[in-house]
């Protein structure tokens, strides 16, 4: 978990928030898509829903399936607000 948690502090830097912001339950877009950007990257790396999850929020591994669907499905119809 540890190396989870030190590559979400990494990501949330890097795009530029708190990690503490992104794991709340703010649901303002830019957020929402910070989330689901994690979620997606975290599993490509092979990390498990229910870890994911509780890295990000103590969120359910179904939120994190959502939210992976949901960034798939805005990519593949080349929804422009996704950088």
Request: hydrophobic fraction near 35%; glycine fraction near 8%.
């Amino acid at each position: 978990m540890k190396k989870l948690d030190k590559l979400f502090n990494e990501f949330c830097k890097q795009k530029g928030y708190c990690p503490a912001v992104v794991k709340s339950r703010i649901r303002l877009p830019k957020i929402v898509m910070i989330r689901y950007k994690f979620y997606s990257l975290a599993k490509t790396n092979g990390h498990s829903l229910r870890l994911i999850g509780e890295v990000v929020g103590n969120r359910s591994h179904c939120a994190v399936i959502h939210g992976i669907k949901t960034l798939n499905d805005l990519i593949d119809t080349n929804y422009h607000g996704i950088k």
